[in-house]
């Protein structure tokens, strides 16, 4: 039985070697946090860290999860304290949420890697599709949690 | 069965398809070279010209990818007449034309690119997701290549995988590269991983993550030969003393 360490706790999970991680998180260990969108790595509402790093855990077997750290949207922080949380609430960047919890995971790992980041390399981090259309908004909060000025607004008409 | 149900058993993995180049005779790059670079060289022209249909396909076919075939016996002869190639150069010549219709398949194309970026399909249109190379030819923070491509194919995603997925460094960039530039940029240790001929066909052989052109997961062309074919070009390739087609012979 392979072991997982999700936020910082073991446990002994019973699943095909090539199980999906995301279902092995959600549907066995009741980690709803993390959603299931398109299934084929594209949108990235499955996202969470393997080693800090961002992974979609839709196409993660859970074979490669053993003996690695793995962080869900639950183990971001233990009270929503996260500074990405934080911007998230001061910018209202959800609309209907079910993207956020990839966009704040995949946000997480940028900022590990790049405390401070420029648009741009939020951009090419950010990929994480959202219907709802909050990638403006998205920005935005990144550059708050990261301590930058809001860019300025684009102006209209 | 919910639909999340569904999902769950369409995520175990389906048993392997059977592996053409598992249950193919090996023959080695290195036991090929053994056998003596003329022989080999003498074998890449019986395919050429009658072999196997692969081999066929290989020396013979459209060079897929963007790229375009060298001009056969007139482009080596002009080549030989100006010194390019090596004595035996018609030969390693052929077995080059071969060898550059694996490297511009899309398999291995599509990561050995010029841009900041990967490409995909056999379209070869610029990676979804804006993916890029990043510092170190493995993405960027927050979207690493790693954060999708894992160790092995995954069937239910349908995302590729091999160890270490990452793109080839820009010096190996062969997009726009005529065959006599690829030529030599393929021997050119600044160029190739400081790779000599022995450890070029080594690479070609035995890496991982090549592995993928011959490995590239449901709904994807493998490239146009198999591994060991490519191998025996390789050899006979470098047996011939590794010349290139004449410059302006091609060019993509």
Not at chain 1, 88 to 96: G, L, N
Not at chain 2, 22 to 43: F, M, P, V
Not at chain 2, 59 to 67: A, C, H, R
Not at chain 2, 234 to 245: S, V, Y
Request: glycine letters at 12%; charged letters at 20%.
């Amino acid at each position: 039985m392979p072991e997982l360490r999700v936020n910082g706790k073991l446990h002994g999970v019973e699943a095909d070697a090539g199980t999906p991680l995301l279902w092995v998180l959600r549907e066995h260990l009741g980690l709803t946090g993390t959603k299931f969108g398109c299934g084929i790595a594209r949108c990235g509402a499955c996202t969470v860290h393997v080693d800090g790093e961002a992974v979609r855990s839709c196409s993660f077997p859970l074979a490669a999860a053993a003996g690695r750290e793995i962080t869900t949207i639950e183990g971001l922080s233990a009270d929503r304290s996260h500074p990405l949380q934080r911007a998230w609430i001061a910018e209202q960047v959800p609309q209907c949420g079910y993207c956020q919890s990839g966009m704040l995971m995949t946000a997480a790992a940028l900022l590990r890697a790049r405390p401070r980041p420029s648009d741009e390399e939020i951009d090419f981090a950010m990929t994480n599709l959202c219907r709802c259309g909050t990638y403006a908004r998205v920005r935005r909060a990144i550059r708050r949690a990261s301590g930058q000025a809001a860019a300025p607004e684009v102006k209209r008409g | 069965m919910t639909p999340s149900r569904r999902l769950h058993a369409a995520g175990h993995p389906e048993p392997r398809r059977r592996s053409l180049i598992r249950h193919r005779r090996s023959t080695t790059w290195l036991a090929a070279l053994a056998a003596g670079g003329l022989a080999l060289a003498a074998a890449a022209r019986a395919q050429s010209e009658g072999g196997s249909p692969a081999a066929r396909v290989a020396v013979e076919g459209p060079v897929v990818g963007g790229g375009a075939a060298v001009g056969g016996e007139a482009a080596v002869g002009g080549a030989a007449a100006r010194g390019e190639a090596a004595p035996g150069g018609a030969a390693g010549t052929r077995a080059f034309t071969g060898i550059v219709a694996v490297l511009r398949h899309p398999r291995c194309l599509n990561c050995h690119t010029t841009t900041a970026f990967p490409r995909q399909g056999d379209d070869r249109h610029p990676h979804v997701n804006l993916v890029r190379r990043g510092p170190d030819d493995r993405g960027v923070p927050g979207q690493r290549c790693g954060t999708c491509h894992q160790a092995e194919n995954n069937p239910a995603s349908g995302v590729p995988g091999k160890p270490d997925w990452h793109l080839a460094p820009l010096a190996m960039g062969w997009e726009g590269l005529s065959d006599a530039q690829l030529c030599r940029a393929l021997k050119d240790p600044r160029r190739n991983g400081g790779r000599d001929l022995r450890a070029l066909a080594e690479h070609l052989e035995r890496d991982p993550l090549v592995a993928y052109g011959w490995d590239p997961g449901a709904g994807r062309q493998p490239v146009p030969i198999p591994r060991e074919e490519l191998a025996m070009l390789m050899a006979a390739w470098a047996g011939a003393g590794a010349p290139c087609p004449s410059a302006g012979t091609a060019a993509e």
